[in-house]
């Protein structure tokens, strides 16, 4: 089972996090300040996963974006492996070539997309075109919605006039 | 997608995230997180926001909490946000709780009554989204408010919400696997679904289950045999392909499935041969998830019962993983052969320099799952040198919780396989002085229990000779100045305990050595302690052995510091100490025992010896005790107490704010009188004091005994059974002996404790022994497999160059589809360069195909390029990085400009496709248009040469 995931930048800085098991806010922080001091400062040929707490961080770096997801011991860390580039894949298909831009202002977005990904600590749906369907699904009932309160108050507002 | 339309934030958030990204150090970022927090506050408790500015609040609170402030005061109106009827403002309001709210929130209780009607609603999407917050928010209390619907949920026809609901079942069993045992068959119900993704997702909870209870699911073998058969024949759509790998994760879930029901199951296994080999011989090892599903072979041929065949193929992959050059595979090599050398434990042999050459690999995680493997191949002929290196290693570290991991495993593979007593003890003294107080304490105890009871062999002479070798090398230790506590204790109980068993030392010496680890080491309670026991077991051997006691001056005067201590502990210890001297040699060896530390203690429940005194106390007209369960006053408050337990049990939610536990006592007599169990009190509210006093003298009565046993009663919980109380000033003597054998308790706890350690290890032991019979000549033995890479590392160097040569053309021809592949590239360039992924590409459609092209020429311009292209790595990575996959960006300018001319210099040829391909895969030009507004909204000319005001944003 996943535990967390975490964006971090090359820098350190936090881009998005999901917490699968139980962290209080404090352990996060202490978790991110760990990590990313152990990961960030790895070098480019070694292994992408590092032991940490009995448990295993699996880390792939896009850009100056590192993706880490920490798993349990006897977990397929290859598996993983192919999961983050799964969601990479996913957020690049959504965001047409994605940068760490995109995420550092839409990390909502990255956010629902993760959710469609994995649930609960799990991969939900090994189709990536099912998950952008759903996305753009969702996506589109936000923008008829929005069309709509906008018509709405546009005729509220010219009734009051 | 309309994704670029998603920058409909207001300036003020873009601002607040570009002044984040700005911020120069952690002190300035807090700073302006801070002026927002304030901000927020202000602004979220004002009355009638409009939804929108109210989701863009919930969504900076989100940004906020994710920088690891506190958004606590926020989370209230994340709630209410779900209950909105939009589906846009209820959607961000679910994930905005799903990422604020741990399960044991108390605001939970305010979201299930909408999670509860979201979920009967007839738009799908809301039901998806109230299913996701059920998965992260549904504790054990509230699974019962929405189990009924998710159960309907099953039978959606959305294939995403029936996932869903798959999903959050999963998460129910979890969490409380008997609130959903009941429903198990629903799971396999699922597994037949139309859709590969629900089937999918319902091997989650299948899997779980089977591991839980191997036995009730022998019957879905075949099912899942042939699942998996379809599977890798490529039955199901090509949208589940990855990499050209049929549904791989699918895949994957079934042979971690099938490795569980094969376990030790011939019959079962002799299902799987076929189809596994099959995916042995169709998995294609070139990219990262054909070795994914590879490496869940080994792990499932290791686990069924095994096959001559697969362990051959299954050889045959780690040697390619051992071969390799990615790290990344070398890793999954070790592991793997760590799992299979269980079964056949000849293929270690071909690869023990590979093992070594990862054992010395810089790469910290590789090291460490090396150790991992010599920790499981570890027999009596090698355990020095590795548990040598481990020890070594484990200098070396300064990670904690590895160091401790290691510390352990050093310990238990010293106990295990120990050459010879010298040994053990000087491996144990060198772990505890390196891993001081990470060493877990019960290490501690065992180490002390072995010393104790021996090896085991009933040789009573090694036995000593282990002990008198270990007062010796600790008395040795106690020269260096700053030993950790765990050591310590270790070192005094020995001491204690065995230092004059030999007679090599007088009594004289170890005092004085066990006073100077008092004095040194005065802050330390514990370390006290045992130096007080292991004086006083001195003294005490010494009067039992009729010797003169000659008290130190030093530990006369830190007994006298004991005496005034301020611990209690201490204190007892001290006057103990100075009862045990006054005493005579036989009332001595009574209490002390020497050597006996291993002696069971046998604890008199009944109080058997107080009989005579208890005869003696009635016959003096004492009353006779009355059990708790027969005295009739006690009957009535006990049972009230538990009543109201009950009620607090059932209602979750009660937090006993309005316990009455004063007129309990006062509503026995109308309970008495009415004789009904549901008595509901109804105490004036006034003077509930005064008649509790009051009704005091009626108990008596109604007892029948003394007033002040019944007081007693009345205050039972909090101060003990009055009746006790002549038992506990005899039972002193009990507790004395268990005191000063503090250690032997501990020693007693640590019994079990080890025994448990002992049975989970003895599966491993059993095979050990396998492995011992059948590995004699394996590893060639401890010396050899050291000396090995001393005398043949040139061999292995050499080898591992031809190996590196003879894949070097291989892989070079694997690649030379994209000419990209270099050594300077970052190693995710190297992995998504690979075939497969431009050849995915090329299956899916024509244009891919043009960018595949595009990006390997862009790919090689950089390369080729301008030396300016390690400048900006960050941002060339990221172009080039995505180049592989999907590529294209359609603010590609913005990248450009960022980056370097080189790129922006690109060849007409290669821009020309480019734009083609944006148009064609985003007919939105539009949406680059907004994204270039923006970064110029926010105060950045996109096109500009000036890369550095990028580098701050980008963080």
Known sequence: MIHFVLLISRQGKVRLTKWYSPYSQKERTKVIRELSGLILTRGPKLCNFVEWRGLRVVYKRYASLYFCMCIDEDDNELEILEIIHHYVE??????????????????????????????????????????????????????????????????????AK | ?????????????????????????????????????????????????????????????????????????????????????????????????????????????????????????????????????????????????????VMELLAHPKEAVRKKAIMALHRFYQKSPSSVSHLVSNFRKRLCDNDPGVMGATLCPLFELIARDVNSYKDLVINFVSILKQVAERRLSKAYDCHQMPAPFIQIKLLKILALLGSGDKQ???????????????????????????????????????????????????????????????????????????????????????????????????????????????????????????????????????????????????????????????????????????????????????????????????????????????????????????????????????????????????????????EAYSNDETVKAYATTALMKIYAFEIAAHRKVDMLPECQSLM??????????????????????????????????????????????????????????????????????????????????????????????????????KPAVQSRIPQALIASTEIVPVPEPMYPRESYQTTMPSIPSDAGSAELKLRLEGVQKKWGRPTYTPATSTSNSTSQKTVNGTSQG??????????ETYDSRKPQVEVSHEKQKL????????????????????????????????????????????????????????????PTATSTALQLDPFKQLEGLLDTTEVASAVNGAPAASISPDIMALYVDTAAGIHNKNDADLLSGLSNPSVTNMPGTTAMPQVTQSSSKRPNPKDSLEKDALVRQMGVNPSSQNPNLFKDLLG
């Open chain 2, 268 to 518: 079962a296994s002799e299902n799987m041969y076929t189809v596994v080999g099959d995916i042995f011989r169709k998995c294609d090892s070139s990219s990262n998830i054909g070795n994914a599903v590879l490496y869940e072979c080994i792990c499932c041929v290791s686990s069924i019962y095994p096959n001559p065949k697969l362990l051959e193929s299954a050889a045959d992959v780690i040697s390619r993983f051992l071969k390799s050059d990615s790290h990344n595979l070398k890793y999954m090599g070790i592991d793997a052969l760590g799992r299979l050398i269980k079964i056949s434990p000849e293929i270690a042999e071909q690869h023990q320099l590979a093992v070594i050459d990862c054992l010395e690999d810089p790469d910290d995680t590789l090291k460490r799952k090396t150790f991992e493997l010599l920790y499981k191949m570890t027999k009596s002929t090698n355990v020095e040198v590795i548990v040598d290196r481990m020890i070594d290693y484990m200098i070396s570290i300064s990670d904690n919780h590895y160091k401790t991991e290691i510390a352990s495993r050093c310990v238990e593979l010293a106990e295990q396989f120990a050459p010879s007593n010298q040994w053990f003890i000087q491996t144990m003294n060198r772990v505890f002085e390196h891993a001081g107080d990470l060493v877990n304490i019960k290490v501690a105890h065992s180490l002390m229990r072995l010393i104790a009871e021996g090896f085991g062999e009933d040789d009573d002479n090694a036995d000593s000779k282990l002990r008198s070798s270990a007062v010796e090398s600790y008395l040795r230790i106690l020269g260096e100045p700053k030993l950790p506590s765990v050591f310590l204790q270790v070192i005094c109980w020995v001491l204690g305990e065995y230092g004059t068993a030999d007679g090599m030392f007088s009594a004289s010496d170890i005092t004085g050595k066990l006073c100077d680890v008092a």
């Open chain 2, 775 to 834: 590995a004699a000549s394996l590893f060639g033995g401890s010396s050899k497999t050291e000396k090995r890479p001393a005398t043949g590392h040139k061999a292995a160097k050499a080898s591992s160059h031809m190996v590196e040569k003879s894949h070097v053309p291989k892989s070079s021809m694997e690649v030379a589809s994209d000419k990209a592949a270099s050594a300077q590239q970052p190693p995710d360039l190297l992995d998504l360069g690979e």
């Open chain 2, 1 to 149: 997608m309309g994704s670029q339309g998603g920058f409909y934030q207001s300036k003020e958030f873009l601002d607040l995230v570009k002044s984040i990204g700005e911020a120069r150090s952690k002190a300035e970022e807090d700073r302006i997180v801070l002026n927002e927090i304030e901000t927020l506050k202000r602004r979220i408790s004002e009355p009638d926001i409009p939804k929108r500015k109210m989701k863009e609040y919930i969504i900076r609170l989100v940004y906020i909490e994710m920088l690891g402030h506190d958004a606590s005061f926020g989370y209230i109106h994340a709630v209410k946000m779900t209950h909105d009827d939009s589906l846009l403002v209820k959607r961000t309001g679910y994930l905005a709780v799903t990422l604020f709210l741990n399960e044991d929130h108390d605001l939970i209780i305010l979201i299930v009554n909408t999670i509860q009607k979201d979920l009967k609603s007839d738009n799908y999407l809301v039901v998806c989204a109230a299913l996701n917050a059920v998965c992260k928010l549904i504790n054990e209390e509230t699974i019962p408010a929405v189990l009924p619907q």
């Open chain 1, 90 to 159: 996913v957020l690049d298909r959504y965001f047409g070539s994605v940068c760490e831009l995109d995420l550092i202002y839409n990390f909502h977005k990255a956010y629902f997309i993760l959710d469609e990904l994995l649930i609960a600590g799990e991969l939900q749906e090994p189709s990536k075109r099912t998950v952008t369907r759903l996305v753009a699904a969702q996506d589109s009932l936000v923008e008829t919605a929005k069309e709509q309160t906008s018509s709405i108050t546009n005729i509220i507002a010219q009734a």
């Open chain 2, 560 to 661: 006298e510091e004991l005496l005034a201590s301020h611990s209690t502990d201490l204190q007892q210890r001290a006057y103990e100490l100075q009862a045990v001297i006054g005493l005579d040699a036989h009332a001595v060896e009574c209490i002390m025992p020497s050597d006996a530390s291993c002696e069971d203690i046998e604890v008199d429940r009944d109080l058997s010896f107080l009989n005579d005194y208890i005869q003696e106390a009635i016959e003096k007209g004492a009353q006779p005790y009355i059990p708790e369960s027969e005295r009739s006053g006690m009957l009535n408050i006990s049972n009230f107490r538990n009543q109201d337990h009950h009620e607090a049990s059932s209602h979750g939610l009660r937090f006993e704010a309005y316990e009455l536990p």
């Open chain 2, 746 to 755: 501990d020693g007693a706890s640590t019994v079990s404790s080890m025994r």
